[in-house]
């Protein structure tokens, strides 16, 4: 099932002043993405702003994926992660109530400011944002995002991130035979995911590494990276790595911050990070800078919007994966870009390899064709001619 289902009715959508559970009144409308929208609300009961979150799908399945994510949420508390507060369905429709995150999220702030963002606020803002994914990846019910990318990713006032939207978010347990158990929907945004993702192979740590890394890329050389699956099509027909290094775009990104965003981009999960802590330690060995100490304001204007990142996501089906080894997604992954680059190799050496049979028949063709009717003429005088002086002697 995609996006454009048409089981997801606009007419769903809230008008200002709306009230739920005699309690929130909905302020406006915030954004839209592929599986809910998102309000600016008032709690009457307590008098502070919150965001509401409303699923667009009348898709059991994918209801049942929301309550996920609300639940889901709800666990979590760290400073990067918007916290949950209520979930409630009313009129055939399903919300919940979270934090709400004042300022721009960073597709608004690319749109409005074409080109890279500085280098000191992006490397503070990864540091953070490695941070939250050290918390997620070791949490008792490992969390693997799966969706970080520019649009999911707010800035405050104060300078701090914010990773939202855990539609796709993936939880795993080890259950008492030791083996892990797994729930989430299938999904990927293109340009930001990693190939493993794109092709269903299974998700890890390590994908959420490659998200980040790509986000990171964009907003340090203010262009959108390849999608994955363009550079595995790349690497099979042997044409050029369309991925650039970041300091080949923009030289103030350095060559060892370029060095660190290609090994977090590798296609193969296993020449990626070990773990956010060790992609975290790379970062701070170049020089951290803490969020404190860059001044980042973002300037507000009309967007343009045939140029803003809609952050929509493709969603197919909701799953539920059968018990596997951690490792079984790194292996089968691993393996796909194994044969993906013997194929290329072999590609490329392929055309070495054809007999030259062709071109000789070619050849040969060409000698046999019929001649023109004036040149069967003249041959038969050169033959006439030859006849009559062989008889004059």
């Not at 978010?169 to 990693?194: E, H, L, M, N």
């Not at 190799?345 to 071109?359: G, R, T």
Request: proline letters at 6%.
């Amino acid at each position: 099932m995609s996006i454009t289902d048409e089981n997801k009715s606009s007419a769903a959508l809230l008008a200002p002043d709306t009230i739920l559970q005699s309690r929130y009144r909905v302020v406006r409308q915030l954004g839209r993405g592929g599986m809910g929208a998102v309000y600016e609300a008032i709690d009457l009961r307590l008098g502070h702003t919150v965001a509401l979150k409303q699923t667009l799908t009348n898709d059991e399945e994918q209801w049942k994926q929301f309550e996920h994510e609300a639940r889901l949420m709800a666990w979590l508390n760290h400073p990067v992660l918007p916290r949950v507060s209520d979930y409630f369905t009313e009129g055939h429709r399903a919300f919940f109530v979270m934090q709400f995150v004042e300022g721009s999220d960073l597709a608004e702030i690319l749109a409005q400011q074409p080109g890279p963002l500085p280098r000191n606020a992006v490397v503070a803002w990864a540091d953070q944002l490695l941070d939250a994914l050290i918390y997620l990846h070791t949490h008792e019910r490992q969390i693997v995002h799966r969706d970080i990318k520019p649009h999911n990713l707010k800035i405050t006032p104060t300078g701090q991130i914010v990773l939202l939207d855990f539609g796709l978010a993936k939880t795993q347990a080890a259950d008492s035979s030791g083996s892990i158990s797994c729930t989430s929907v299938f999904g990927y945004t293109p340009r930001y995911a990693p190939l493993e993702q794109i092709q269903d192979l299974g998700t890890s740590p390590q994908s959420d590494i490659y998200a980040l890394g790509a986000t990171l890329y964009h907003l340090l050389t203010g262009v959108k990276p390849p999608d994955a699956l363009a550079r595995a099509t790349a690497l099979v027909s042997a044409r050029p790595n369309p991925l650039k290094p970041a300091n080949e775009i923009n030289s103030a990104v350095g060559v060892e911050l370029a060095e660190i965003l290609t090994r977090a981009m590798a296609q193969n999960p296993d020449e990626r990070y070990g773990s956010a802590t060790e992609f975290r330690e790379a970062l701070r060995r170049i020089g951290r800078v803490s969020a404190s100490e860059v001044e980042y304001v973002a300037h507000h204007t009309e967007i343009d919007s045939t140029v803003v990142e809609t952050g929509e996501t493709t969603i197919v089906r909701s799953i539920r994966l059968a018990p596997t080894g951690r490792l079984g997604s790194h292996a089968i992954a691993a393996m796909f870009v194994i044969l993906l680059t013997a194929f290329g190799v072999f590609c490329s050496y392929y055309p070495w390899k054809i007999p030259p049979v062709q071109q000789s028949t070619y050849t040969n063709a060409e000698s046999v064709l019929p001649a023109s009717s004036g040149e069967l003429r003249r041959n038969a005088d050169r033959r006439s001619n030859r006849a009559r002086n062989q008889k004059s002697r």
